[in-house]
């Protein structure tokens, strides 16, 4: 196999810059580690040594294949010293004018042919080109951390970036074990960009008062399958990052509502209470474990009222057969008797709204999300509206925690949490189909693997349907009037016409 770059040169010897150096170094290319800090130089070869004797004591890795890899990964105090190298990765702090002096002088010092790339998270790659003789040598090259295990890795095409340096990369990226996906030179690239429907949403929630961090989290991973809520997720990147990332993309789309920051993430970053790391973020750390609050038990009901169902409710025959496998008295009446429990299934709209529309008694209305199948779900989740009576919400929870399955009870909103995260997940991938910054293809790689999602967020638009996700934003836009849940256009037209929203076709 030939190599697409036999001499590669990391600028930057911390965690990205050494992660970076481990897999090319593993690909076979012979790599100079470079910083302006002899020591750093030596601690970052140390790491990945001692990684790579890990992996051999796990018996992954051969004694020869070890040695082979340190002989490959050297370490370069000059400038002068990458004079050789086809490529050069610049990992270092994310300011703009730095990563601009530093491509300037590696310009003078490299051969013409040499391509120089970034893996900048936020900046504009075009941007930082400009000031370079040879724009079209340049890319961006964006990886994850850890990199060793974080196994995408987006290509980005500046303005005057050459379609063959690009597909240079993404060769070099499969030869170092990683998955290439790749993208226009847009704010927040494919990763950033679509990660902005987790976390933002999740913080518009809590500050409405519907639900607390702990309860977010659950609904989310237990509802949807996400491996970490989205305040775990806060706590584990620690805000001093996340926070700057969300507001860089809402400034750099000049302050488009879908990436609006929250208050609540300033706040804790000026407290100092950013995550894991410093022991308190959303959560606070004992020996590394979060505590958690537990959750409130499950009432107990001595007599449980009869239940009616919105005739308007969401998979309304599927929670007819729900309630009936719970044991629960139906009743199968136009209207509900004055003693029943009522039920409303809403996609989008408030349980106090659906209570004023239909006409029911706003004291003995309990809502239930019926987006997702409740058998693909680990948790079922009930709203009350701010009148609902404290005996038909714990009658509501007693009966549907009946067969064991988690629930838990929020406070009313527009929308249920998960109707509202998930639908703004798939609107903000549609809307970067939209643009076309990506093939709808490497959206949902880059999403399942930088960001773990439990699938891409067009698959999941798919699995919930397009038209139910069209129906949560339409019932949001009428609830809050915030331009925000404005629905993409890619996703309205394919909802309309009942089209995967994998269709590339446009």
């Not at 590696?106 to 790659?125: D, I, R």
């Not at 969401?314 to 309630?323: D, G, H, I, T």
């Amino acid at each position: 196999m030939t190599l697409a770059f036999s001499k590669v040169a990391i600028i930057g010897a911390g965690a990205m810059g050494r992660g970076i150096a481990q897999i090319a170094a593993q690909a076979g290319s012979q790599v100079w580690l470079y910083d302006t800090q002899a020591e750093a130089i030596q601690k970052a070869r140390d790491a990945v040594f001692l990684q790579w004797d890990k992996l051999q004591e796990k018996g992954r890795l051969t004694p020869e294949a070890v040695a082979g890899h340190k002989s490959r990964l050297l370490g370069a105090t000059r400038m002068q010293d990458l004079a050789e190298c086809e490529l050069v990765v610049e990992a270092i702090v994310e300011k703009l004018d730095i990563k601009k002096s530093l491509f300037t002088e590696l310009e003078k010092v490299l051969p013409p042919t040499a391509v120089l790339v970034t893996n900048t998270s936020s900046l504009s790659v075009t941007a930082i080109a400009a000031a370079l003789q040879r724009p079209a040598q340049f890319a961006g090259y964006h990886f994850f951390n850890p990199v060793p295990l974080m196994k995408v890795v987006e290509v980005i095409a500046g303005l005057k970036t050459d379609a063959s340096v690009c597909q240079r990369l993404s060769d070099f990226a499969t030869q170092m074990g990683h998955t290439p996906v790749q993208a226009q030179d847009t704010p927040g690239f494919i990763v950033n960009h679509a990660g902005r429907g987790y976390g933002t949403e999740a913080l518009r929630i809590v500050s409405e008062g519907v639900a607390d961090f702990a309860t977010i989290d659950r609904i989310l991973r237990d509802q949807v399958g996400f491996k970490l809520g989205p305040f775990e997720l806060f706590d584990l990147t620690a805000l001093d990052v996340s926070h700057h990332v969300i507001e860089s993309i809402y400034h750099q789309y000049y302050e488009e509502p879908r990436y609006r920051p929250n208050v609540i993430t300033a706040q804790r970053l000026a407290g100092g209470v950013v995550g894991k790391k410093v022991g308190e973020g959303f959560y606070k750390y004992v020996d590394g474990a979060a505590q958690v609050p537990a959750e409130p038990p499950v009432p107990v009901v001595d007599n449980t009222p009869p239940v009616w169902v919105s005739p308007r409710a969401a998979r309304r025959m599927e929670l007819l057969q729900l309630l009936k496998d719970l044991g629960a008295k139906i009743e199968t009446g136009s209207s509900p008797s004055p003693e029943a429990l009522t039920l409303v299934a809403p996609l989008g709209f408030d349980i106090t709204t659906v209570a004023v529309v239909e006409r029911l008694d706003p004291a003995r209305t309990v809502g239930i999300d019926m987006l997702i199948d409740d058998a693909a779900t680990k948790r079922r989740v009930l709203a009350v509206n701010p009148a609902t009576r404290a005996d038909m919400r714990d009658a509501a929870h007693a009966l549907f925690a009946r067969d064991g399955k988690a629930v838990s009870v929020i406070r009313d909103s527009g929308g249920f949490i998960t109707q509202r995260v998930v639908a703004t997940i798939v609107n903000i991938a549609s809307d970067i189909c939209q643009q076309r910054i990506c093939t709808p293809e490497d959206l949902e790689t880059a999403v399942t693997l930088g960001l773990a999602y439990p699938m891409g967020p067009l698959a999941m638009g798919n699995r919930y349907g397009p038209t139910n996700v069209l129906e949560v934003l339409f019932n949001l836009q009428t609830v809050y009037g915030d331009p925000r849940y404005r629905p993409s256009p890619w996703l309205r037209r394919r909802g309309a016409i009942g089209l995967s929203l994998m269709h590339t076709e446009d």
